[in-house]
């Protein structure tokens, strides 16, 4: 008899909030330099990816236990029904790999079978391209990059990287740089008074205003990325104006957000947006571990600030107020909560929350060193995730080997260019170094 595991109330959640105009997957792209050879990377997916029990296992509902959702062992577990070989239509350009990336992402998972799909995208002009979809219900972004990682080693041999006791400090903070602060309220009880504040703030904040980002979802999605802009740069223009890197690479999303609504003809004057930004709750230690383990924050984005350092400073003080508040904790016992409850109750509180915000926004600091996968050289990294609460606009930000990359996910029925908003955000950030006179 196979092996059934209860599912976490929290994971549950996020299972739950599957719908299929916003797919609960992270998407995650592997640009690598040259092309990989199929055989090595089953054979490397199927021995690194089997210490992590939930991919070899699927979803089940069991009515003997009281109708809980469990993970069972998938008894006929085959590497061979988790992995696609594709090749990009001729020239295989940036253009056509964000298509197949877009179809993609649109695509749900085979819930009959353990919640992850990598497909290998060959032909196009720099090498292969290793594209990852991982159900959100088996873990989080901190956690899946862990995994990824474990995938990949220093040198091109086949020798798996050390784990180690991760910094939380590859870029000068960890995910917006809130991990060490959200975790120490973990250990303070004295501010559930603040935290019960915080949960009224959440229930009487207003909802977002109209924008071309918000609107009724397709089954669609658009996927862009940028090109890598040097993780130094942003250090730079963070000093001369006393803002960290994030602060740097919030601000400059928001500007690039400004920036597409003006060549949309749309208004901006007055208007600010909120981004929902998950928030690190794991120990240090324990970023491996799978499941869901991070909270939630509604971050102001001033859109309608015109100039670029007005807008970094009032981003900066947004910021700072957000990390000393328990908010994130709060948000993590309403999931909790919300994956204990019927499905129509869960998904009203989805659009409750949802129609606060327009956005997700999630910045997680990758590997300073080049590292590779099956041989080969990972070029670049990027990464995806679902916007839910039915949102239709998600803006990812990954640093990888001294490179920082802006990846942005769209409703295709209300943006159907996001590559524009990634041209924008590097417009914007040469407009905010000159301001820095760097």
């Given at each position: 008899m196979t092996r059934l595991v209860p599912m976490a109330s929290v994971d549950a959640a996020w299972l739950g909030m599957e719908d299929p105009t916003n797919l609960m997957m992270v998407t995650g792209l592997l640009a690598l330099d040259g092309?990989?050879?199929?055989?090595?990377?089953?054979?490397?997916?199927?021995?690194?990816?089997?210490?992590?029990?939930?991919?070899?296992?699927?979803?089940?509902?069991?009515?003997?236990?009281?109708?809980m959702l469990h993970w069972q062992d998938e008894a006929s577990f085959d590497i061979e029904n988790h992995v696609t070989h594709v090749a990009l239509p001729a020239p295989g350009g940036d253009k056509a790999l964000r298509h197949m990336v877009s179809e993609l992402m649109s695509t749900p998972l085979d819930t009959t079978k353990p919640l992850w799909h990598v497909h290998l995208i060959d032909g196009h002009e720099r090498g292969s391209v290793v594209l990852a979809r991982i159900h959100h219900a088996i873990a989080d972004g901190i956690a899946l990059v862990q995994v990824m990682l474990s995938l990949t080693d220093s040198t091109p041999a086949a020798a798996p990287r050390p784990r180690r006791k991760p910094s939380g400090n590859s870029n000068g903070a960890g995910p917006l740089g809130w991990i060490s602060g959200a975790v120490r309220l973990l250990d303070n009880p004295g501010r559930i008074a603040e935290g019960a504040y915080r949960l009224g703030r959440l229930v009487v904040l207003p909802p977002d205003p109209p924008t071309a980002f918000k609107g009724a979802l397709g089954r669609r999605k658009r996927a862009a990325w940028s090109n890598p802009v040097p993780l130094d740069d942003f250090k730079t223009v963070g000093k001369a104006f006393g803002a960290t890197v994030n602060d740097v690479l919030v601000a400059t999303a928001t500007g690039a957000l400004r920036r597409y609504l003006e060549k949309r003809g749309e208004p901006t004057s007055g208007v600010a947006i909120r981004a929902s930004v998950p928030v690190n709750l794991r120990r240090l230690d324990e970023a491996h571990k799978l499941g869901n383990a991070f909270g939630l924050v509604f971050l102001t984005l001033p859109i309608g600030i015109a100039d670029p350092v007005k807008r970094l400073r009032a981003v900066k003080k947004e910021m700072d107020e957000l990390k000393r508040s328990p908010e994130a904790l709060v948000a993590f016992a309403v999931l909790n909560v919300m994956g204990l409850t019927p499905v129509e109750v869960e998904k009203a509180g989805l659009r409750f929350f949802g129609s606060k915000a327009t956005a997700v926004l999630t910045n997680v600091p990758g590997p300073r060193e080049p590292l590779y996968l099956a041989g080969r050289k990972i070029d670049q990294v990027m990464f995806w995730v679902p916007q839910s609460g039915r949102l239709g606009l998600g803006i990812s930000i990954l640093?990888?080997?001294?490179?920082?990359?802006?990846?942005?996910?769209?409703?295709?029925?209300?943006?159907?260019?996001?590559?524009?908003?990634v041209a924008e955000f590097e417009r914007e950030f040469k407009a905010l170094r000159q301001k820095a006179r760097v």
């Open positions: 092309k990989a050879d199929p055989k090595r990377l089953h054979t490397l997916l199927d021995k690194r990816l089997a210490p992590f029990g939930r991919f070899h296992q699927r979803v089940v509902r069991p009515r003997t236990r009281a109708g640093s990888y080997a001294g490179g920082v990359m802006l990846g942005v996910a769209t409703d295709e029925g209300l943006v159907a260019d996001p590559e524009r908003i």
